[in-house]
């Protein structure tokens, strides 16, 4: 099965810094990596996604990386603002169509 | 208007009890899943359901079954309630698989 592991746990930036999120997976065969934002009581939602025909992703001030030798892949926010202060998961596929999600890393923005 | 809706938002009951949830999504998707997530936020897939296949995550203990009446919604019930299975349950559609996911609100359970 896949294994995601999601560093770091807790991340604390200035306003206006960057922050990097990074994963790692297990199942060479995946080929579909997403990230998910979740604010404190809410659901997640998706805030972007990569496919492993590309290496990098970008919308606005998001972009993702994955680098499939290493069986790694990165969320990279820029010009973070305080609106950005959440929780972010990565996922991999397991078994087909099931997504397993990493341990959720704690975005905090400070003004 | 909502895309994807659960009800109840909240349910609170003894252990033992057996239980159930809804979920209905109007987005025309073929995927529906079941999620639960803890008190530490690990999000952990349960069920992957769409019109031909039902796939159970190996670790869902066999108290929780999915049910499905039709395209549009995939329940939960839950059988002989147990503490650990508190946490916010969460239910998910896409268009086919490997998609985005399109999360409900949530269900917070607490069992007593």
């Known amino acids: 099965g896949e294994n995601v592991e999601q560093h770091p746990s807790t991340l604390s930036v200035q306003e206006g810094d960057s922050a990097v999120i990074k994963c790692t997976y297990s199942d060479s065969a995946s080929n579909y990596f997403p990230w998910y934002k979740q604010e404190l009581g809410k659901r997640p939602q998706l805030i972007i996604d990569i496919r492993s025909n590309v290496g990098e992703k970008k919308d606005q001030r998001i972009a993702v990386t994955l680098n499939k030798t290493a069986k790694h892949f990165s969320l990279h926010i820029t010009e973070t603002q305080p609106e950005d202060s959440a929780v972010y998961f990565c996922?991999?596929?397991?078994?087909?169509?099931?997504?397993?999600f990493g341990g959720g890393t704690r975005l905090m923005v400070k003004p | 208007d909502t895309a994807v809706s659960q009800t109840p938002k909240y349910l609170v009951t003894q252990m033992g009890n057996d239980k159930s949830i809804k979920c209905e999504q109007n987005?025309?998707?073929?995927?529906m899943y079941w999620y639960k997530q803890d008190s530490k936020k690990f999000l952990k897939i349960m069920f992957s359901y769409n019109n031909k296949e039902l796939i159970i995550n190996e670790t869902v203990p066999n108290r929780f079954s999915p049910k499905s009446p039709d395209k549009a919604h995939l329940n939960l019930h839950i059988n002989s309630l147990e503490l650990g299975d508190s946490a916010v349950y969460f239910c998910?559609?896409?268009?086919?698989?490997?998609?985005?996911?399109?999360f409900g609100p949530g269900t917070r359970l607490t069992v007593t």
């Open positions: 996922a991999a596929p397991k078994r087909g169509n099931m997504l397993t």
């Open positions: 998910a559609s896409s268009q086919e698989s490997l998609n985005e996911q399109y």
């Open positions: 987005l025309g998707h073929d995927t």
